[in-house]
């Protein structure tokens, strides 16, 4: 690859109208953390930045030639995998990517579109346990689809957190960021085999936001294509995330969204966010 080329993350998911969540918000974030984004759509949404109204999930053989075209055409240097609608498109994403298994992989699994479209499915939640999972990086999830992975046929009691996190773990998943959103603050906790390496908490307003998870997950995807380390991806995006959020806008009349080119409406003279920018979220500690 020509040295000024981009780095190129590969990224799954739906398709978002409003461009607040889905495949549209990850694109935003990688051309603002320095990368060229590439994406394969595992299906489409119909809504607005107030609710859902329906979600088309594509053929998984679709979804698998996407992705191999990209693959046989361009160097990819990271994956992220968000929202996906069928078991089947799960399976198609962890055969393509197994055959990769060099490149940083980004889960960032969405069961739910506002708490109206449910697409945590047993069978889909298992897929992405079974397949997905074994072969992250680093995975970005709430409480919620932690325990719903750990646990995806719903048979048995449910485990603790911390009982979910470490069966993930020992799945084969590197590193989990446990995302906590309270009212008004998020608290984000990075673990690994080692334990809790780190927790971040800071203030995130009292808006209702769409495409957090998104967000983060496709900027660490881009530090990871930039040559981060894991641990030090996570911190220096969750920053990007914190300006983000502190900078976010109401398009429409639902909710509010990222401003994932803070910098480059900011009255202050910043620059672009890369790799190796000494900067920190708010409240953080280890």
Not at 69 to 85: H, N, R, W, Y
Not at 171 to 199: A, K, P, W
Not at 219 to 246: D, K, M, T
Request: proline share 6%.
């Amino acid at each position: 690859m020509p040295s000024d080329t981009p780095p190129i993350v590969l990224t799954f998911g739906l398709s978002d109208p409003t461009g607040g969540s889905g495949l549209q918000a990850d694109l935003m974030t990688l051309a603002s953390m320095g990368c060229h984004g590439v994406s394969v759509l595992t299906g489409y949404t119909v809504r607005d930045s107030a609710s859902c109204d329906e979600v088309t999930g594509l053929d998984p053989e679709i979804v698998a030639t996407q992705a191999r075209m990209l693959l046989e055409d361009m160097p990819i240097s990271a994956f992220k995998v968000g929202a996906c609608t069928r078991a089947e498109v799960v399976s198609a994403i962890a055969e393509v990517v197994a055959d990769y298994d060099d490149i940083p992989l980004i889960l960032a699994p969405d069961f739910t579109l506002d708490d109206e479209h449910v697409l945590a499915a047993d069978e889909l939640r298992e897929a992405i346990a079974d397949l997905l999972a074994p072969q992250t990086t680093l995975l970005v999830a709430d409480s919620a689809t932690l325990l719903a992975l750990a646990q995806p046929d719903g048979d048995a009691e449910a485990p603790s957190l911390d009982a979910a996190i470490s069966h993930l773990l020992s799945q084969g998943c590197e590193y989990i960021l446990s995302m906590e959103t309270g009212t008004h603050r998020l608290v984000n906790t990075l673990f690994s085999e080692d334990g809790q390496l780190r927790q971040d908490m800071w203030d995130r307003g009292s808006h209702r936001l769409m495409g957090l998870t998104d967000t983060l997950g496709a900027a660490i995807a881009a530090l990871l294509a930039n040559g981060q380390e894991p641990a030090e991806a996570v911190r220096e995006a969750q920053e990007y995330l914190y300006q983000a959020v502190r900078n976010a806008f109401r398009p429409g009349m639902g909710a509010y969204i990222p401003d994932r080119f803070f910098w480059a409406r900011s009255s202050d003279d910043e620059t672009p966010p890369t790799a190796g920018k000494d900067t920190a979220p708010g409240e953080a500690r280890h």
